[in-house]
């Protein structure tokens, strides 16, 4: 029985060989084809303003959220001013006194022009209240400015939205402390955000400002934006290898937003009438060269025919025949690495053929 079963299994293979190996056939295409680069990236406010306070104080009121909008000017939030509007009492005081001299001397002054006029007190005291007056005057302007300096610390006492945007990162609560070296929020305009990516510097050489990119965050099902490139950074970095690009997008209607992870992509060259075939279609031997060299099968009928093929770009599942095969021609995707040529073959089933990518 073992002797029997080898002797049919040896018979078989010349007779696969005679009746032709069962392949599958799709025809090779041409059309438009595009060379992409596709990366990761955080999704950032076009304009993103940290907000510090101006003075060191205990925060009194809170009038945002998280999330918030703010118009350019709006409060964010209120600090204790006690001390503030001591100041601005105290400068007020001074203001008050300065003017009531000054309004005294003016008088006396104008009293002692007269008298001078008809003789009864001499010119000199007439030019020495009058050097008083210019003094007073002096003490009334510098004391005003105390007052106003005092008055621009208490404003201070409230913090402002610097920009119109979106309230992010709110970092305090009521009753916290604040200093000008912290921030306690950032405000955010999300009408149109940028995309920072790290390109490798392979594609930051062919990467130029104004090249369209596609823009779809993972997180967000069947979104996809279109952005232009704004930045290309004119330095690599020496520990990464990888260069700054920032692309610009349009975001009206909010929905990427600041802290998003997008997945990019980049069309670096889009080539015209391209030979492509399935990328499985193509056979690595031992004969063939490492110039992108590779063979691929024709179904000439019921013939294998071998072709010595250049190959090109990868685009997708798709592979660029640069040099050695016409676009129509059948060729073999399924049952290739078992044929020589001039193998007969039998046509299983024949793709219909896909277009570029």
């Known amino acids: 029985m073992l002797a029997s079963a080898c002797g049919a299994s040896e018979a078989a293979a010349p007779a696969v060989a005679e009746r032709g190996r069962l392949v599958v056939v799709e025809p090779s295409v041409s059309g438009v084809a595009e060379e992409r680069v596709t990366m990761l990236g955080d999704v950032q406010g076009e304009v993103e303003v940290r907000v510090f306070a101006q003075v060191p104080e ?56 007269r008298l001078a006029a008809t003789g009864a007190i001499p010119r000199a005291q007439v030019d020495a209240l009058a050097a008083q007056l210019r003094a007073s005057e002096a003490q009334v ?15 201070r006492t409230v913090i402002r939205a610097p920009v119109t945007g979106t309230v992010a990162l709110l970092a305090v609560q009521d009753g916290d402390m604040v200093a000008p070296t912290l921030p306690i929020c950032s405000v955010v305009r999300t009408e149109r955000v940028k995309v920072a ?7 930051w050489v062919r990467i130029r400002e104004g090249m369209e990119v596609e823009i779809a965050p993972p997180a967000l099902e069947n979104v996809v934006r279109r952005g232009t490139v ?35 992509g980049v069309v670096l060259a889009r080539r015209e009438d391209v030979t492509m075939v399935a990328g499985r279609a193509v056979v690595m031997t031992p004969d063939t ?14 013939t294998a025919r071998r072709r010595d093929v250049r190959i090109g770009v990868r685009y997708g599942e798709r592979i660029e025949i640069a040099e050695g095969l016409a676009a129509g021609e059948r060729v073999v995707i399924e049952g ?10 039998r046509v299983a089933g024949e793709r219909a053929a896909a277009g570029p990518g």
């Open 58 to 113: 205990r925060i009194r009121v809170l009038h945002v959220h998280e999330g918030d909008h703010v118009e350019a000017g709006d409060p964010i939030a209120t600090l204790e001013a006690d001390l503030q509007a001591t100041g601005v009492a105290q400068a007020g005081a001074a203001v008050e006194a300065a003017a009531s001299a000054r309004d005294q001397l003016r008088a006396d002054l104008e009293r002692a022009t």
């Open 141 to 155: 302007a510098q004391v005003s400015a105390a007052h106003r300096s005092a008055g621009a610390q208490r404003a």
């Open 197 to 203: 990516l790290r390109v490798t510097e392979q594609d």
């Open 230 to 264: 704004s930045r290309v950074s004119p330095v690599i970095d020496r520990m990464t290898r990888t260069a700054m690009v920032e692309v610009v997008v349009e975001n009206a209607d909010g929905v990427l937003r600041p802290g998003m992870v997008a997945r990019a």
């Open 289 to 302: 060269d490492s110039d992108h060299r590779a063979v691929v099968f024709v179904a000439d009928g019921e």
């Open 336 to 345: 290739q690495h078992l044929l020589r040529d001039g193998a007969p073959i």
